[in-house]
T-cell receptor, first 114, second 114 residues
Framework: DAKTTQPNSMESNEEEPVHLPCNHSTISGTDYIHWYRQLPSQGPEYVIHGLTSNVNNRMASLAIAEDRKSSTLILHRATLRDAAVYYCILRDGAGGTSYGKLTFGQGTILTVHP | DSGVTQTPKHLITATGQRVTLRCSPRSGDLSVYWYQQSLDQGLQFLIQYYNGEERAKGNILERFSAQQFPDLHSELNLSSLELGDSALYFC?????????????FGEGSRLTVL
């Protein structure tokens, strides 16, 4: 599995935007970029994913560099509930049903200050 | 609520014992994944089943085994338990092997081995 590199931790203030970076210089053409987050004492939760183009959903935006070697998860207005560990994961989109697993790294611990 | 149900939520047992963790996937999801999360190892992929068949194997010990039943629920069996097996065990499900779609995680089963 191609690896990702994320900062260990980041801090933000409530109601401010947060940009969480991820480097994935060895990404292959069939790798999708997925973001999950894990709130304290809960299972991981899907946030967003993309392949080449920027993506938006109700939770966040995903900005993907033109060369796809990096991406940024954008939380437009952080809330206290967004304090979590954020994982950037590459997932092979090629092949059949045997490639659905996610390989988690250490992630970025996001602290949100009131 | 992700729709994935895991039981038991908490389990305390002794070294050398055997336990079974159960996972009911979201309705209609054919693929089940098991993950182990310990403080020093992070989220580790153990094994994946798709419609009753094993599809991918990760860092699963030989003392551990899993299966997916015809009704699609899955069980993770942990035997000859050691102190180091104490961890959170998460189950996740997805529609297919879902190379691009999201995984839905349960709230986990916390295993404590004394």
């Amino acid at each position: 599995d191609a690896k990702t590199t994320q900062p260990n931790s980041m801090e933000s203030n409530e109601e401010e935007p947060v940009h969480l970076p991820c480097n994935h210089s060895t990404i292959s053409g069939t790798d999708y970029i997925h973001w999950y987050r894990q709130l304290p004492s809960q299972g991981p939760e899907y946030v967003i994913h993309g392949l080449t183009s920027n993506v938006n959903n109700r939770m966040a935006s995903l900005a993907i560099a033109e060369d796809r070697k990096s991406s940024t998860l954008i939380l437009h207005r952080a809330t206290l509930r967004d304090a979590a560990v954020y994982y950037c994961i590459l997932r092979d989109g090629a092949g059949g049903t045997s490639y659905g697993k996610l390989t988690f790294g250490q992630g970025t611990i996001l602290t949100v200050h009131p | 609520d992700s729709g994935v149900t895991q039981t038991p939520k908490h389990l305390i047992t002794a070294t050398g014992q055997r336990v079974t963790l159960r996972c009911s996937p979201r309705s209609g999801d054919l693929s089940v994944y098991w993950y182990q999360q310990s403080l020093d190892q992070g989220l580790q992929f153990l094994i994946q089943y798709y419609n009753g068949e094993e599809r991918a194997k990760g860092n699963i010990l030989e003392r551990f085994s899993a299966q997916q039943f015809p009704d699609l629920h899955s069980e993770l069996n942990l035997s000859s338990l050691e102190l180091g097996d104490s961890a959170l065990y998460f189950c996740a499900s997805s529609v297919y092997g879902a190379n691009t779609g999201e995984l839905f995680f349960g709230e986990g089963s916390r295993l404590t081995v004394l």
